[in-house]
């Protein structure tokens, strides 16, 4: 079974750019999540999707955000970059839900706004 | 809002080595989880721990989930050089009322070789 795959891996984007980021998760997964990972915060939750819905949000600005696609397939998009938002970002998959279920991580794509 | 205390933040290990790290919160979780990531990866998870003092195996991997559900351990036996890398403690609240039982990360224990 093929793992959660992310695309790009690697960005560079300028200050009050914006960039989309792209989730696959495993097949049969239909829960994805999204976690941003900085050396100074660690990993936290942005938010989860299942069904084309956002289930589940972290405490980040509204400038983050997200959907979901039928097929599981989730993208996040951030507007206005800020130098602050310079980090990896990780999707991780799970069958049915965050809550309950074991999260499978992608590698990430490494975003560097200048 | 919830935080996990993972400690030590960084040690340096010899080949061989046991190894000990943990992760402390002040609230309660139901689940506790043991992840690894290696540089320029996603965490792999190791372990998942879903009950009040079960003990779970991995090959040389040991993890338990406190009595109190307020904390957790990881152990290694026997370590070698590929074990070096950042291991995470995540732990999941219940999920009750409005809480949707949010995993919360420890900020990670950096294991090295020692020079």
């Known amino acids: 079974k093929a793992g959660v795959t992310q695309t790009p891996r690697y960005l560079i984007k300028t200050r009050g750019q914006q960039v989309t980021l792209s989730c696959s998760p495993i097949?049969?997964?239909?829960?994805v999540s999204w976690y941003q990972q900085t050396p100074g915060q660690g990993l936290q939750f942005l938010f989860e999707?299942?069904?084309?819905?956002?289930?589940n949000k972290g405490n980040f600005p509204g400038r983050f955000s997200g959907r979901q696609f039928s097929n599981s397939r989730s993208e996040m998009n951030v507007s206005t970059l800020e130098l602050g938002d310079s980090a990896l970002y990780l999707c991780?998959?799970?069958?049915?839900?965050?809550?309950?279920?074991?999260?499978?991580f992608g590698p990430g794509t490494r975003l560097t706004v200048l | 809002g919830q935080q996990l205390n993972q400690s030590p933040q960084s040690m340096f290990i010899q080949e061989g080595e046991d190894v000990s790290m943990n992760c402390t919160s002040s609230?309660?979780?139901?689940?506790w989880l043991w992840y690894k990531q290696d540089p320029g990866e996603g965490p792999v998870l190791l372990i998942a721990?879903?009950?009040?003092?079960e003990l779970t195996s991995n090959g040389r991997l040991t993890a338990q989930f406190g009595i109190t559900r307020k904390d957790s351990f990881l152990n290694i036996s026997a370590s070698i050089p590929s074990d070096v890398g950042i291991y995470f403690c995540?732990?999941?609240?219940?999920?009750?009322?409005?809480?949707?039982?949010?995993?919360?990360f420890g900020k990670g224990t950096k294991l090295s070789v020692k020079p």
């Open positions: 991780a998959s799970s069958l049915l839900s965050v809550s309950t279920d074991t999260q499978y």
């Open positions: 097949s049969g997964h239909r829960s």
């Open positions: 999707y299942f069904s084309e819905t956002q289930r």
């Open positions: 609230s309660i979780f139901n689940t």
């Open positions: 721990l879903y009950k009040a003092g």
């Open positions: 995540a732990g999941r609240s219940p999920a009750y009322g409005g809480s949707q039982g949010n995993l919360i």
